[in-house]
Nanobody, 125 residues
Framework: QGQPVESGGGPVQAGGSLKLSCATA?????MGWFRQAPGKEREFVAA????????YYADSVKGRFTISRDIRKSTVYLQLNNLLPEDTAVYYC?????????????????????WGQGTQVAVSS
């Protein structure tokens, strides 16, 4: 019922790339990616409006990460390029079911209804 399932994480050298996938079932309005490193809060990475395709990025990943979706496959992707050790974290895919009321809604974990189990990205230097 809308719970995402992430895949594509793994170990990678600094400067390398990964592509994460998030498969979801049921309805969605916004799909988001968050990440959480040990000892840190879960932070917003990117989001995409399912219908219109508008994208949103955290400043820390702008120009390096790209979010996209394939509507027919009910899948959202996160392309991670030029990876840095600071990108090491568990990456979570999240599903918001309702239209956001404010711009800040999609950048907060509380704005989402369903969460995947996460996929580990480990960037070594």
């Amino acid at each position: 019922q809308g719970q995402p399932v992430e895949s594509g994480g793994g170990p990678v050298q600094a400067g390398g790339s990964l592509k994460l996938s998030c498969a979801t079932a049921g309805s969605t309005y916004v799909m988001g990616w968050f990440r959480q490193a040990p000892g840190k809060e879960r932070e917003f990475v990117a989001a995409i409006a399912w219908g219109g395709g508008s994208t949103y990025y955290a400043d820390s990943v702008k120009g390096r990460f790209t979010i996209s979706r394939d509507i027919r496959k009910s899948t959202v992707y996160l392309q991670l390029n030029n990876l840095l050790p600071e990108d090491t974290a568990v990456y979570y895919c999240a599903n918001r079911l309702r239209r956001p009321q404010m711009s800040g809604t999609i950048t907060s974990p509380s704005g989402y209804d369903y969460w995947g189990q996460g996929t580990q990205v480990a960037v070594s230097s």
